[in-house]
Nanobody, 114 residues
């Protein structure tokens, strides 16, 4: 079955950086676009960034554009989210998702605080 395992979250000061990873299994990874979402306390889950199946095109939410970079390694079946210049508003649980597949991982907590 589809499995998505996010990692790399943690506590970081404003202005700091983190690199999230999402290891995928149970489907043909190279056939699917991959996306990162996040959910802050008391808020709905929101889309953050997406990358096409071959990595040739990426898109970002306005709130993270210029600060976050999504990438993937199809050989490793892993998608990444490099997050720089982090702000307290970036505090959330971050999830990855494969295209239109329904499965979600457990997410990884990112907390930006001094």
């Amino acid at each position: 079955q589809v499995q998505l395992v996010e990692s790399g979250g943690g506590l970081v000061q404003p202005g700091g950086s983190l690199r999230l990873s999402c290891a995928a299994s149970g489907f043909i990874f190279s056939s699917y676009a991959m996306n990162w979402y996040r959910q802050a306390p008391g808020k709905e889950r929101e889309w953050v960034a997406g990358i096409t199946n071959n990595g040739g095109s990426t898109n970002y939410a306005d709130s993270v554009k210029g600060r976050f970079t999504i990438s993937r390694d199809n050989a490793k079946r892993t998608v990444y989210l490099q997050m720089n210049s982090l702000k307290p508003d970036d505090t959330a649980v971050y999830y990855c998702k494969a295209g239109q597949l329904r499965s979600w991982g457990r997410g990884t907590q990112v907390t930006v605080s001094s």
